[in-house]
């Protein structure tokens, strides 16, 4: 016989004594002090003697037993015994610290609670039910499972696993998946809103662990199944193919058979006597069970046991208990959407939308989803739909970088935008929500997934719709899509139904109204010149990751003529021998294909000529990454005579290259490529320097397309400009540590009027600098043009010079220089360029970027076949030079035999300063000790230099060679920020 002792404070008589009278129904020995404390007994000590007898304590708790200071004593007492401890909760009281882990009980039902105790007591039923435990550690899930928080219990995941087994043990098509789905009724919608009757409550295929998908929305299959009232179920051994609803639960899980089961108010505790004309009440629906296969259809015979009911009516009970625990949280968090009972804010009635104000708005929603949700880390982004035309996605805000272009055509698939999981949305007649867990354990889920700041730390995606919706769903032509929201969580289940009912609350009744102002503020076809990204103002929907250092005192240090003192040892090997064992700097051009048509371009017609080889093969890639990265301190700089990012394995690269010992850089033109982890990968490098420079080259989207693309910015919306300024913002909010971000800026003299809008529409974007230089072939052909340009650039540079987080920087360096005086090319030892050679599965090598503006009348340095190391080519071409005989080797071919003679054909030059330095250093050569010791000496302390080694330095080369001023400002620089600049 079990002997109980029950707690309670005497304002909950009632209940005791209703709960007293069930347990001695069912032969328990109860105490309790009303019945066995006679007038004039000692209570503490009969208390401790009722104590030492009973072998189970109950508990009631409630406000009124908080407040007690008997109740206090007697489970205080208990607790120090050590009994069987269960505390019975009567309403919300927080329990105390020294309860947390003990059993409890939701007695909020009285019937229910009894149940429950029964089971936990082991009276009348053979049936063991694990309760929960204040603050319960999660039940481990099987692999492909899934369930909300209120179900994750060992007694139901058991009752359920159950069922699994029983199906796939009994099926007669052997290989069939068992795919479990359970839905419980939504619980009553705010305002009216019934669209979601029913919400996932928990999930299985251990097989490949399809999506799952959110609520069942209106007019759905299932939701007519529910309000049938001749049966319980429905059994659909094989399903057509042809006859599946598109875009319907059947069509996405590929599924081939279906089994349909109401669950409710004891449904099945009598089933098996009204086997043919059971009715079921829709009222007593509760929930839905879907069992059903996938790819090989269930056999029927298991869905018609008893043994099968059994399992069925159990279910139904816990469900019971789950609701309940899950209405409790969904109440509470509710409560905090005060936004659904506050008017939209005031800048709804400005006459238009800007910029901040969309900013203000998505931020507001996000910050309040974080609390609805109690996550934190979540990526939040929102698209408007416009569906005119082809139909689009626009990206409207993001809390962070994302993926997606600025604008996804989704009449088509692009393999630089599709697939996307939230296009399932759009083209969805129902425009059901979508909710996956496990994102990243799974390649399938995970490629269709955005890529958002959260990168592969995102394992949870919940998309859902932004609906114009009236407070009657069923008014015909209610559901008009305005746009999507995608929402991404750190945890495998971060997100519930819940979350799914409350952002769909908010999402139809607020932020539809805010999508409606902005598109109801001009016609559709225009309304895309109303985006943030084509606003005067730049827009910056989430903060920049800033630079660990000072903009001017990276600019000091990367545009100062004496940094080729910081690559001394590559300088000096090459004045003393005429050669070097490694280059300093390499450039790698993956592509010679450009999605532009820029007019001051100089390698179209060289990219017509390479029609048989224009894009390095995925080995060839690779196999350069693996070769440049066992040199050591050698920088890279990813360009092309094409665009770089075009490549479709550019990320490959990218991933295998971010391992060098030296700096990383790119020069875009602002391109996003197809797998977006390539800027993941560039910014992996938290505590490398790195730079990336966007050719931009154009403030307004009508300069912008003239430059780029040759004509005037057509009526119909053009994305790309767009598109260029969300990649810049995303850049800035991945960026590294040590990685600057500037624009590229090539200008020509019908630009003058527009150098300041140039420069600070680039200081709104918010990159570091934009670089300003005049237009090669123009300045070449009419010098007093180019003069006046660089004047002008001068000018406009002088009036930044006191922001320390932004700069125009002139340079000059690529000018072109007619008349070269200079008899020898030094730089074509420091400075390869590594392009796709006209004939599949050969490199060409060339001596500098600028090669390509003559390539056939300036010689290149030859070519090497792929899976060859730079090493080896590096070795044959000196002895070559040298006038060495060469070891011979099919795998390379050398093709300069000398040095190259800039004034015999080169038209331009960006290294014709550094090569005027080595040329004078050379001429001194027996001297160059003294450059030894001068570096030597900066190394230590640029601070402190010896006087007399000053004095023969400036003897012998003037400041255009050794500015000692310069020199010491960049050792400084180098040491504090640990930073080499790039040749």
């Not at 006191?802 to 000018?815: I, K, L, N, S």
Request: contains cysteine.
């Amino acid at each position: 016989m079990k002997k109980i002792f029950i707690s309670h404070s005497w304002k909950d008589k009632e209940i005791a004594k209703k709960l007293t009278g069930e347990l001695k129904k069912r032969g328990c020995d109860v105490w309790i002090d009303d019945e066995q404390i006679n007038p004039g007994e000692v209570i503490p000590e009969k208390i401790s003697a009722a104590l030492k007898q009973c072998d189970t304590f109950l508990l009631l708790w409630s406000k009124f037993a908080a407040e007690s200071k008997v109740v206090s004593l007697e489970w205080g007492s208990a607790v120090s015994k050590d009994k069987k401890f269960i505390t019975c909760r009567l309403d919300q009281t927080d329990l105390p610290e020294l309860l947390h882990g003990l059993v409890y009980i939701d007695f909020y039902d009285f019937d229910k609670g009894i149940t429950l105790l029964c089971n936990n007591l082991q009276i009348e039923t053979s049936e063991q039910l694990e309760m929960p435990v204040a603050k319960p550690h999660p039940v481990e899930l099987l692999p492909g499972e899934w369930a909300v928080e209120a179900a994750m219990n060992q007694s139901f995941l058991d009752k359920i696993r159950f069922l699994h087994d029983f199906i796939s043990q009994r099926s007669e098509n052997d290989g069939a998946e068992v795919v479990i789905t359970l839905y419980s009724r939504s619980f009553p919608m705010q305002k009216g809103l019934r669209t979601f009757e029913y919400d996932l409550l928990y999930y299985r295929n251990v097989v490949d662990d399809s999506p799952m998908f959110g609520p069942i929305v209106a007019d759905d299959d299932r939701i007519k199944f529910s309000q049938d009232t001749t049966t319980a179920k429905r059994i659909i051994s094989e399903i057509i193919p042809e006859k599946r609803k598109r875009g319907g639960f059947v069509e996405r899980e590929g599924i081939s058979s279906a089994a349909m089961f109401k669950l409710g108010k004891e449904i099945w505790k009598d089933f098996s006597n009204n086997l043919n004309s059971y009715k079921v009440e829709v009222d007593d629906v509760t929930a839905l069970l879907f069992i059903n296969g996938r790819h090989r259809s269930l056999a029927a015979r298991p869905f018609a046991v008893k043994e099968f009911w059994n399992v069925l009516q159990k279910i139904e009970t816990e469900i019971g208990i789950i609701k309940e625990k899950r209405l409790l949280k969904f109440n509470g968090r509710r409560g905090l959407i005060g936004l659904l009972d506050n008017p939209l804010p005031g800048y709804l009635e400005k006459p238009e939308i800007i910029s901040a104000d969309i900013e203000a708005f998505f931020a507001t929603i996000a910050s309040e989803f974080e609390r609805i949700s109690e996550q934190k880390n979540i990526a939040f982004t929102v698209y408007g739909y416009d569906k005119k035309g082809e139909g689009k996605l626009i990206w409207l805000w993001s809390n962070g970088p994302t993926s997606t272009p600025a604008a996804i055509s989704l009449s088509r698939h692009e393999v630089a935008t599709a697939p996307l999981l939230l296009t399932n949305v759009v083209k969805d007649s129902n425009h059901k929500p979508i909710l996956i867990h496990n994102l990243q354990g799974h390649e399938v889920y995970q490629s269709q997934a955005i890529r958002t700041w959260l990168k592969d730390a995102s394992q949870s995606n919940l998309i859902v719709p932004i609906l114009s919706h009236s407070a009657k769903h069923e008014t015909k032509g209610a559901n008009e899509l305005l746009g999507i929201i995608d929402i991404q969580g750190v945890t495998a289940a971060q997100f519930d139904t819940d979350d799914v009912q409350l952002m769909y609350q908010l999402s139809t009744h607020y932020i539809a109204g805010f999508l409606l102002k902005i598109f109801g503020q001009r016609v559709r076809e225009k309304v895309l010149s109303l985006l943030p990204l084509h606003n005067v103002n730049a827009y910056q929907p989430f903060p920049r990751q800033r630079l660990n250092c000072n903009v001017r005192t990276l600019l000091e240090l990367n545009f100062n003529p004496m940094k080729f003192l910081l690559h001394w040892g590559k300088v000096r090997e090459l004045i003393t021998t005429g050669v070097t064992k490694q280059p300093s700097l390499v450039e790698v051009w993956p592509s010679m294909v450009c999605n532009h048509r820029c007019a001051w371009c100089r390698t179209e017609d060289d990219r017509r000529l390479q029609k048989s080889h224009q894009m390095m093969s995925k080995e060839e890639l690779l196999g350069i990454a693996r070769d440049l990265k066992i040199y050591d301190n050698i920088d890279v700089l990813i360009s092309g005579g094409g665009e770089p990012l075009l490549h479709p394995h550019i990320a490959s690269f990218m991933k295998e290259i971010r391992g060098i010992k030296g700096m990383l850089g790119i020069f875009t033109n602002g391109t996003r490529p197809r797998d977006f982890r390539f800027w993941e990968y560039f910014f992996d490098r938290h505590m490398e320097s790195s730079f990336v420079r966007i050719s931009f080259n154009g403030h307004t989207p009508q300069s912008y397309f003239q430059v780029h693309f040759g004509q005037d910015l057509p009526q119909a919306y053009n994305a790309r400009y767009a598109e260029a300024r969300k990649v810049v913002m995303d850049l800035l909010g991945l960026r590294s540590p040590l990685c600057s971000i500037a624009l590229g800026d090539t200008i020509q003299e019908s630009e003058l009027l527009s150098l300041l809008d140039k420069a600070n529409h680039a200081r709104r974007l918010g990159v570091d600098f934009i670089q300003m230089r005049p237009e090669l072939l123009e300045s070449s052909r009419n010098p007093q043009v180019g003069e006046l340009v660089c004047r002008k650039i001068i000018e406009v540079e002088r009036r930044f010079e006191d922001q320390d987080d932004f700069a125009v920087v002139y340079t000059d360096g690529e000018r072109s220089f007619l008349n070269h005086d200079e008899g020898t090319c030094y730089a074509m030892n420091l400075v390869p360029v590594l392009v796709p050679d006209k004939e599949e599965g050969w490199i060409r090598i060339l001596p500098c970027s600028y090669t390509i503006n003559r390539w056939g009348t300036v010689p290149d340095l030859g070519r090497m076949r792929v899976g060859t190391k730079l090493s080896e080519f590096w070795e044959a071409m000196n002895k070559k030079i040298n006038g060495e005989a060469a070891d011979e080797n099919a795998n390379i071919e050398v093709a300069i035999k000398k040095p190259i003679a800039p004034n015999d054909g080169c038209p331009q030059c960006r290294y014709f300063r550094l090569n005027k330095r080595i040329q004078a250093l050379r001429d001194r050569i027996n001297h160059i000790d003294l450059i030894d010791q001068f570096v030597d000496n900066m190394k230590q302390d640029p601070d402190q230099l010896d006087a007399g080694l000053v004095d023969k330095i400036t003897k012998y080369w003037d400041t255009a060679v050794i500015d000692i001023f310069q020199a010491q400002k960049i050792f400084r620089i180098q040491k504090h920020l640990n930073i080499r600049p790039s040749f």
